[in-house]
């Protein structure tokens, strides 16, 4: 079975600081990453991925991953925070090669503070 | 690209009535996925199709649960005899599929809030 765990809830940070918001994942084969990013009552918009390659990725609005096989994370990383980087955050994984379903952290709430 | 949209935004029942919320996925897109959030939790796999096929059926889709594509491009999730468990988002998302360059990422809707009282 596959998992995904984002161990804090919710994360504070100043403006202008860099931010990380930390996922851990457990699959049985290679692992298909993803960060998604949900705003009050809309859906969820794709932020990165990650396949195989080069193990920082980068993505929208600025923030990049970077995947690492021996922990098992995928941590969420910015620069510097904005203010209206403030959302909901949400890892997810799947099998490479295995079936098409997509398991989704519970989420984490970023919270950037003026 | 219009995006993926779902109808309606939001739908309040009663206990026992049924429902049913439909999907239209980004056009050029032959994968659809239904997924399910609750608050504070994140989005549960419901189904997927690929064109008209359903190949995948979660656990979480209980009789009551059944899911169209009868032609490949919208689908429908109909529910009957809700209860109040049943109240969540509902999310639609699509993607497509390249033997050449990999899946896509799934792409979603602004979800149907249903609401059962």
């Known amino acids: 079975a596959q998992s995904v765990a984002q161990p804090e809830d919710q994360v504070n940070v100043a403006e202008g600081n860099p931010l990380t918001v930390k996922c851990t994942y457990s699959v049985s084969g290679n692992p298909y990453l993803f960060w998604y990013v949900q705003y009050p009552n809309r859906g969820l918009q794709f932020l990165l991925k990650y396949i195989t390659g080069d193990n920082l990725v980068k993505g929208s609005y600025g923030f990049e991953a970077e995947f690492n096989k021996s922990q098992t994370s995928f941590h969420l990383k910015k620069p510097s925070a904005l203010v209206s980087d403030s959302a909901l955050y949400f890892c997810?994984?799947?099998?490479?090669?295995?079936?098409?379903?997509?398991?989704f952290g519970t989420g984490t709430r970023l919270t950037i503070i003026p | 690209d219009t995006g993926v949209s779902q109808n309606p935004r939001h739908k309040i029942t009663k206990r026992g009535q049924n429902v049913t919320f439909r999907c239209d996925p980004i056009?050029?897109?032959?994968?659809l996925y239904w997924y399910r959030q609750t608050l504070g939790q994140g989005p549960e796999f419901l189904t997927y199709?690929?064109?008209?096929?359903?190949?995948?059926k979660s656990r979480l889709l209980s009789d009551r649960f059944s899911a169209e594509r009868p032609k490949g491009s919208f689908s429908t999730l109909e529910i009957q005899r809700t209860e109040q468990g049943d109240s969540a988002m509902y999310l639609c998302?699509?993607?497509?599929?390249?033997?050449?360059?990999?899946?896509?990422?799934?792409?979603f809707g602004n979800g149907t809030r249903l609401t059962v009282t």
């Open positions: 056009s050029e897109h032959n994968r």
């Open positions: 199709f690929q064109n008209e096929a359903q190949l995948e």
């Open positions: 997810a994984v799947r099998d490479l090669f295995g079936n098409e379903k997509l398991t």
């Open positions: 998302a699509s993607s497509s599929s390249d033997s050449r360059r990999g899946d896509s990422p799934l792409h």
